[in-house]
């Protein structure tokens, strides 16, 4: 999660992952035989659509910031050894990767303590009668 650019965090890329599978999802509600609403399901996924363009612009912008900061020989000065080429491309990728493994911890995280709650209520119950 970088600070600063919104849409980064565990929520927002929560958001955007559900709203990106809104359509496949209005999907199999259709083919059940369901009602689904296109609309609001297509303004959705556009808006998460656009998020991400934002999200990527954003990256490319401060990557050019970076290396209009750091030119290349004053990079190379500073350090020989990692010269600032790919800075454009280094920070929406790390941003968008931290996001997406602090979302995956927390959802596999939620997932195992909801299994460990059910086997508690069922013991709970099991005690009870």
């Known amino acids: 999660m970088t600070a600063g650019i919104p849409g980064t965090g565990i929520g927002g890329l929560f958001y955007i992952a559900g709203a990106l599978w809104l359509p496949f ?7 059940r035989g369901k009602p689904v609403g296109w609309t609001r399901v297509w303004g959705q996924a556009a808006l998460a659509m656009g998020i991400l363009a934002g ?5 490319e912008l401060l990557g050019l910031l970076v290396a209009y900061a750091f ?4 990079a190379a000065s500073i350090s020989p050894h ?3 080429t790919r800075a454009s491309n280094l920070f929406h990728a790390v941003s968008l990767l931290l996001g997406a493994v602090s979302l ?3 959802l596999v995280g939620v997932q195992i303590a909801r299994l ?11 005690r009870r009668r």
């Open 104 to 106: 995956s911890a927390v």
């Open 25 to 31: 999802r209005g999907l199999v509600r259709r083919l």
């Open 55 to 59: 999200l990527w612009i954003t990256g």
């Open 71 to 74: 030119p290349p020989a004053l």
């Open 116 to 126: 460990v709650v059910r086997r508690g209520e069922g013991r709970s119950l099991q």
């Open 82 to 84: 990692a010269p600032m």
